[in-house]
């Protein structure tokens, strides 16, 4: 049973096009980040939220922290190809566990 | 410029060789992580370090082993490798309480056994 639910799995779009995804759970977590990989590389750390409810911009991404801390969001504005790649939401305290991720395709 | 090393790149042994993946941080972080990854795969948690002379097993059953000796270097070894063991894997590191500062990865070691 996976602990952290990705959806969507894929996402196509085109370039300029806004663009959600979500990380959902069973469980409490005490932290929640976003990270993205790209092909051939390790995943790169976006974003921490910690606190219920919490809103995050990083330029044109928006995370959000569900009030009970069992979910996320990523929202992009005007996506750019760029933006490309595997986006994982990872939860835990000492030792996290990953999600399987929502693979984003951008066209020009 | 990476703060989180992991050598070789890329590997491609034969079946029942003995090799080590080697991971190395210069960020001072006391916890350490190896993940596991199949291409377009969810990452599982293999073995992860809160400190020198501390490793622990993580979920995914992994015939590998780790050692701890020093704060800034977590090896992975197999002593046989198997063409099951076919994967990339992740090193990571943290230096946060509770995982709040993020992990820094590692760039992987792709492995293939033939």
């Known amino acids: 049973t996976q602990l952290l639910e990705q959806s969507p799995q894929f996402l196509s779009i085109q370039e300029g096009e806004n663009l959600t995804v979500y990380c959902n759970s069973s469980?409490?977590?005490?932290?929640l980040q976003w990270y993205r990989q790209e092909p051939g590389e390790g995943p790169v750390l976006l974003v921490t939220v910690v606190t219920g409810g919490e809103v995050k911009k990083l330029k044109r991404l928006t995370f959000q922290f569900g009030d009970a801390r069992k979910d996320s969001s990523l929202h992009i504005t005007a996506a750019q190809p760029g933006d490309t790649g595997l986006y994982l939401c990872?939860?835990?305290?000492?030792?996290?566990?990953f999600g399987a991720g929502t693979r984003l395709t951008v066209k020009p | 410029e990476a703060d989180i090393y992991q050598t070789p790149r890329y590997l491609v042994i034969g079946t029942g060789k003995k090799i080590t993946l080697e991971c190395s941080q210069t960020?001072?972080?006391?916890?350490m992580y190896w993940y596991q990854q199949d291409p377009g795969m969810e990452l599982h948690l293999i073995h992860y370090?809160?400190?020198?002379?501390?490793?622990e097993k993580g979920d995914l059953s992994s015939e590998s082993t780790v050692s701890r000796i020093r704060t800034e270097h977590f090896p992975l070894t197999l002593e046989s490798a198997r063409p099951s063991h076919t994967s990339q894997y992740l090193c990571?590191?943290?230096?946060?309480?509770?995982?709040?500062?993020?992990?820094?990865f590692g760039s992987g070691t792709r492995l293939t056994v033939v």
């Open positions: 960020m001072g972080h006391d916890k």
């Open positions: 370090s809160y400190g020198v002379n501390s490793t």
């Open positions: 469980s409490v977590f005490s932290s």
């Open positions: 990872a939860g835990g305290q000492w030792d996290m566990r």
């Open positions: 990571a590191s943290s230096g946060g309480g509770s995982g709040n500062y993020g992990y820094t």
